[in-house]
């Protein structure tokens, strides 16, 4: 059965080019982000593990941790560090684990149960291996989202994604398409018009179900 939305994550004990970590110690009382590929020293992969260390400050900024999972060993996660620090201008300080025995990928249903890696496998052998988990302090899965090998991952919209789920989880809102900090957000349709004027001040219904609003400052 695949991990859905709200389940706790699997607990796994894994070695990382940072040494060793239990995953729900590891989080602690943090939001996090386990993003994975399927092979590393791989052009997609290089250029999305940049642009996650880029945004080393911006996960800082929201409380949030990020690690990343490949079926490579330490030393390769150590020595393709370098190259995405070359790529990327930044520093790569998030650990990558080294899932060689498939156990964290198939813990979060990225490979079948039966599946190995061959002798001189690609990441072709591994192709699912590409996938977003964003996890609440709760240590409950928040959201997932899964990329083919050929299209890169935006991490923009990671972070976009991340900003949504930290403000209706704060707020009790939730957010509409496109949304970004600052804008309208929704009302749940629980709250009565009485109270959502006490609590927003002004809102604009756009149907009876659909009540949207600016958060108070």
């Known amino acids: 059965m695949g991990l859905r939305i709200n389940d706790v994550v699997p607990n796994f004990t894994a070695e990382t080019d940072q040494g060793t970590v239990t995953f729900h110690d590891w989080i602690g009382e943090s939001w996090a982000i386990l993003f994975s590929h399927p092979k590393d020293f791989t052009p997609v992969c290089t250029t999305e593990f940049g642009a996650v260390a880029q945004l080393a400050d911006e996960w800082a900024k929201r409380g949030t941790k990020v690690i990343g999972v490949s079926v490579d060993g330490v030393e390769e996660h150590k020595g393709w560090k370098k190259d995405i620090e070359s790529y990327a201008s930044a520093d790569a300080g998030f650990p990558i684990i080294a899932d060689e025995g498939l156990a964290v990928s198939k813990a979060f249903d990225m490979l079948p149960a039966e599946a190995y890696l061959p002798d001189g496998r690609t990441p072709a052998d591994s192709a699912t291996v590409r996938s977003v988990f964003i996890i609440g302090p709760d240590k409950q899965l928040k959201l997932s989202m899964t990329y083919p090998m050929n299209v890169g991952r ?55 179900y659909l009540r949207t609003a600016k958060l108070p400052e």
Request: proline share 7%.
């Open 154 to 208: 935006n991490f923009a919209e990671v972070l976009r994604a991340l900003d949504g789920l930290q403000t209706a989880a704060k707020e009790n809102v939730a957010t509409p398409a496109n949304w970004t900090p600052g804008g309208d957000v929704v009302i749940p349709v629980a709250v009565s018009d009485e109270d959502a004027k006490a609590k927003y001040g002004e809102f604009t219904t756009h149907f009876p």
